[in-house]
């Protein structure tokens, strides 16, 4: 895997999160991708509202946006193999997102072993100073040519 | 000692079914994602029934992780919203049919939340069960499982602690 240069890595990942069928759904759009880092944002929609009475969006909304920008980030990242898996994520909710502004993430990988990824990431509003929301994950990192990583966990 | 006579079971089906209504329903993200709730008695299993926005690897296919996680989040804060309406519906301090679906203010706030995923969300029908471990005038913690065909086969699993409501008294 080490053998594809950052720029198809990036272009791989790309890809694959802009085909998932979830992301569309929510109106996800990458902004940024490559050596291991991404950006997403989810613009405002009243359908993923989470409390009606002051029209703030649901944590698993935030959540759905947390997992494909950790994902997106290891798929991206040199050391880690095209495709990848969650093993777990873990979300903390600082304040409740301002109603009518887009959400944006960005992830981390900052280490791949020779089976796991680790990556940490933060949602934020239009207020850059004071987050939504942080995320720390683990991922699979499956390097053998006989499993992929997604049969892993099958 | 006078005998009271046990209400009709419909009344008592009914005052229930109103509490779980107005806390299910009006919520637009959980009908997004299609979540339904079954009861017995108080016991509550969340249904999210497949559908192909719900995919995450479309490969596979499997279900989207945030999908999992917005699925066990919804079954936590659901299930001890519940547990603390239940008291109160059952003892007549809270009439059900005042509670207005979405305007519930019971619902507990969020503080973080952990998914394992213990195996890949498959294209079907997912369930899940929590169970709030501790409920704290300030604070709960819940855990919830998920799991598909088979019930001892879990796909994932979470617990969330959470920040309660605060009650005007």
Redesign the interface.
């Known amino acids: 895997m080490k053998s594809l240069s950052p720029e198809k890595k990036a272009e791989i990942a790309r890809r694959f999160t802009e085909?998932?069928?979830?992301?569309s759904?929510l109106g996800m759009s990458l902004d940024e991708i490559g050596e291991g880092e991404a950006l997403i944002s989810m613009p405002y929609d009243?359908?993923?509202?989470?409390?009606?009475?002051t029209g703030v969006?649901?944590?698993?909304?935030v959540?759905?946006?947390?997992?494909?920008c950790c994902?997106a980030a290891v798929m991206s990242h040199p050391d880690a193999p095209a495709i990848t898996?969650?093993?777990?994520?873990?979300?903390?909710?600082m304040r409740p997102a301002t109603p009518g502004q887009a959400i944006r993430a960005r992830a981390t990988c900052y280490r791949v072993t020779k089976s796991v990824a680790f990556v940490r990431a933060v949602a934020m509003d239009d207020d850059d100073d004071r987050p939504v929301a942080t995320a720390t994950g683990t991922f699979t990192a499956d390097h053998s040519p006989s499993r992929r990583s997604?049969e892993a966990?099958? | 000692m006078s005998f009271k006579r046990p209400e009709p079971v419909q009344v008592v089906k009914q005052r229930r079914d109103a509490a779980l209504h107005s806390l299910v329903h009006?919520?637009?993200?959980?009908e997004?994602?299609g979540i339904e709730f079954e009861r017995h008695g108080d016991e509550l299993t969340a249904v999210l029934p497949f559908a192909?926005?719900?995919?995450?690897?479309?490969?596979?296919p499997?279900i989207?992780?945030?999908?999992t996680?917005?699925?066990l989040?919804?079954s936590a804060i659901i299930e001890l919203g519940w547990s603390i309406l239940w008291d109160e519906i059952e003892d007549g301090r809270i009439d059900p049919e005042s509670l207005i679906p979405?305007?519930n203010?019971l619902?507990p706030?969020?503080?973080?939340?952990?998914?394992?995923?213990?195996?890949?969300g498959l294209p079907r029908d997912a369930y899940a069960r929590a169970r709030v471990t501790r409920s704290g005038r300030r604070y709960a913690s819940v855990h919830v499982e998920a799991w598909q065909d088979n019930r001892d086969r879990l796909f994932a699993q979470a617990t969330g602690h959470f920040l309660m409501p605060m009650r005007d008294e």
Not at chain 1, 19 to 23: E, G, K, L, S, T
Not at chain 1, 46 to 53: A, K, L, S
Not at chain 1, 57 to 61: F, N, P, Q, V
Not at chain 2, 26 to 30: A, H, M, N
């Open positions: 085909a998932i069928p979830h992301c759904a009243t359908r993923f509202i989470g409390d009606p009475r969006i649901h944590g698993g909304a959540s759905a946006l947390m997992d494909t994902g898996a969650t093993i777990d994520l873990r979300i903390d909710y997604s966990l099958s | 009006g919520v637009p993200y959980v997004f994602l192909d926005k719900l995919i995450g690897n479309p490969m596979l499997a989207h992780g945030g999908v996680a917005a699925f989040e919804t979405g305007q203010a619902f706030k969020t503080i973080g939340f952990t998914v394992d995923y213990l195996r890949s």
